[in-house]
DNA sequence: GTATCTCAAGAGCGGTGCTCACTAATACTT
DNA sequence: AAGTATTAGTGAGCACCGCTCTTGAGATAC
């Protein structure tokens, strides 16, 4: 194989990536539910327990799943990003927020599965710490390119008491002990927005909200309004 | 029965309650998916196919599920805010907001099957959206007693342009159109109140929070700014 | 040409939701 | 008291699921 050594037996006509993407068709088309390995083995024109070559469970296959969704929300923000001029971090962060609910609203089986119930028995594992943040660390980036322009937070007492906390977290980002209080007001914007990107696709806006589209720009005004981000051009007005 | 008419048959050995409470020990101890028709049935000593005396589906005995589950979050919340004064807003709100997630904690499952991916195939039907507003409407009447005792939110241009949208929405709960601003805002805070449970719970805090109860009541004193909140002492002070 | 290694096939286990013909049990009618 | 209508649980069965294990086909190494 890779490795020197020469593969053996019966050529496989089905590899782990076939697999994989046999699954990621199947979730994208119908909900975490209907990935079975039956399914997915009758895509590919093979028996069911071909698959266990490949994959020891379906658990195994739903972490690669996870991963790969991961990556490919992970990609479609950080390219929407990188379009936006670097200066202008309110739009940045405004971006981010906008392309992370396209992705949701095209994806809505692929965002279940990673924002919503995790699957029953299931823990993460270390692989999917990393592609996980890719949105939380475009936030922290927007927050310390504002910081390193002269942004300010508006001030809040119970924030800079929680700061603290996050030092580390701001050190794991490669931000300043400074920007503790940022960061600690990055995360609950992080978690403000999947809650609410999380309540328009499960339905809990029903009733509530009606033009989400208006009210998600609100909900960036608001959130930017907290992290200190502006236009450039406000900056120089202000 | 109940209308007169007497009841013929056979006496039933299981009713609708009796499914639907074991239903619940079964939700309660091991999660939505492990609600099995048949181990109901077995738990309830009968064969599987008698419970569709009772529910004509799985998904039917789901609904019923969700809908006494709201009911039960909204009770626990409801009796926890009922013991403050009813004029320290500010700790009215964090009560439900600590309640809520005392609740959640308590209940991981059950509060997965509210607040996770929904059921596939299954839409909310109109019985459940007056009980899934029981924590909403608490933040409601919290926001108009705030209002009506000469509380005031911080300015916020953007919230003010989206205020409009909640003026059918303040006034389902029965509040003037002046308090739709306040209303957006409530919205914003409730979604973001149960994105947070739902990070901590489905554990996408890990290795990011770590002192989750310190950093909800951070989280409350940020709402509650940004709701216009404050203990009555405060304003006798200010 | 045989031994060895690799992979898919296929049967099978116990689980699931759901359907349907059947029967046991009850109450009203004759 | 006997018969009938009505109701509820039984049990067999269908199609699906994840997963295991034995078997045989195919490819390389010796």
Redesign the pocket.
């Known amino acids: 194989m890779t490795d020197g050594s ?9 590899s782990r990536e076939r697999v994989l993407d046999a699954a990621a068709d199947a979730l994208a088309n119908a909900g975490a539910d209907s ?5 997915i ?2 895509s590919l ?6 698959i ?3 994959y ?4 195994e296959l739903l972490t690669d799943l996870i991963v790969q969704t991961h990556a490919s929300l992970g990609e479609h923000v950080t390219r929407a990003e990188a379009s936006v001029a670097s200066s202008d971090t309110r739009e940045r962060f405004a971006v981010i927020v906008r392309s992370t609910r396209a992705w949701a609203g095209q994806n809505p089986h692929r965002y279940a599965l990673i924002y919503g119930t995790p699957v029953p028995g299931y823990r993460a594992p270390q692989s999917i710490l990393e592609p996980a943040a890719v949105v939380g660390s475009l936030i922290a980036r927007v927050i310390a390119d504002a910081a390193a322009s002269g942004g300010t937070l508006p001030a809040d007492p119970a924030r800079d008491a929680a700061a603290p906390a996050f030092v580390p977290l701001a050190e794991a980002f490669g931000l300043e002990p400074e920007l503790a209080p940022a960061v600690a007001e990055g995360v609950a914007v992080w978690s403000q927005l999947f809650g609410h990107l999380s309540f328009e696709l499960f339905g809990h806006y029903v009733g509530v909200v009606d033009d989400v589209d208006a009210y998600t720009e609100f909900l960036i005004a608001d959130m930017s309004r907290r992290l200190g981000l502006s236009r450039p051009a406000e900056r120089s007005q202000g």
Chains 1, 2 share one sequence.
Do not use: C, E, T
């Open positions: 020469v593969r053996r037996g019966r050529k496989p006509v089905i990935i079975s390995l039956r399914a083995a009758r024109g093979v028996v069911s327990s071909a266990y070559r490949h020891s469970s379906r658990d």
